[in-house]
């Protein structure tokens, strides 16, 4: 079965702890996408990718790092910059090209500061 | 003025009624639109995409686009309790630097009651 698989499902962090979200697809998609979610709020953009070694920052970049080195995986760092990290945060992944798809999303991660 | 713009929610509507849900958008040359439904505590699923002027039904899901007025809305009709969600607009839209990308809404909380 074809998705996005992200780990762990629930994660929680320290102060002053830098954390990775993990983001697994095997859809052969070319373009993946770091959400966060805020209860009661929509989906914000924190870093997004088109192709592999390449990375762009989205609207909430700061306290976040990316990497793509590979098609299949996106990991998502939270460093210890990130003042407020506890959120659920999602992947996601779409083919490119001049016909959009839409996202397809994984199962997200809720990080819980401690 | 927000990008992509819901109904202010929440929304409660009676089982067997008609829930109409509806979205504006800031770009005038956006193509593409989706409709998501995300239950609580999980991940957005694709439930509906629409590309030209008009109605696409699928089911009891019927989604509207009419691009001229920059509006895309979605009827549930014959609801049910199961379909008590938030129900997320996005909107493929051209960015100048990154190329296009799905902008999302802030989503509209529906409550289906029994």
């Known amino acids: 079965d074809g998705g996005i698989t992200q780990s762990p499902k629930y994660l929680f962090r320290k102060e002053g702890q830098n954390v990775t979200l993990s983001c697994e697809q095997n859809?052969?998609?070319?373009?993946m996408y770091w959400y966060r979610q805020d209860p009661g709020q929509g989906l914000r953009l924190i870093y997004y990718s088109q192709i592999v070694n390449d990375f762009q920052k989205g609207d909430i970049a700061e306290g976040y790092s990316v990497s793509r080195e590979k098609k299949e995986s996106f990991p998502l760092t939270v460093t210890s910059a990130q003042k407020n990290p506890t959120a659920f945060y999602l992947c996601?992944?779409?083919?490119?090209?001049?016909?959009?798809?839409?996202?397809?999303f994984g199962s997200g991660t809720r990080l819980t500061v401690v | 003025q927000k990008e992509v713009e819901q109904n202010s929610g929440p929304l409660s509507v009676p089982e067997g009624a008609i829930a109409s849900l509806n979205c504006t958008y800031s770009?005038?040359?956006?193509?593409?639109f989706f409709w998501y439904r995300q239950y609580s505590g999980k991940s957005p699923e694709l439930i509906m995409s629409?590309?030209?002027?008009g109605d696409k039904e699928d089911g009891r899901f019927t989604a509207q686009l009419n691009k001229a007025s920059q509006y895309v809305s979605l009827l549930i009709r014959d609801s049910q309790p199961s379909d008590s969600a938030t129900y997320l607009c996005?909107?493929?839209?051209?960015?100048?630097?990154?190329?296009?990308?799905?902008?999302f809404g802030e989503g509209t909380q529906l409550t289906v009651n029994p």
């Open positions: 996601a992944s779409t083919e490119t090209g001049a016909h959009s798809y839409g996202y397809t």
């Open positions: 629409i590309y030209s002027n």
């Open positions: 859809l052969n998609h070319d373009a």
């Open positions: 996005a909107v493929n839209m051209l960015r100048e630097t990154s190329g296009s990308r799905l902008t």
């Open positions: 770009d005038r040359v956006s193509q593409s």
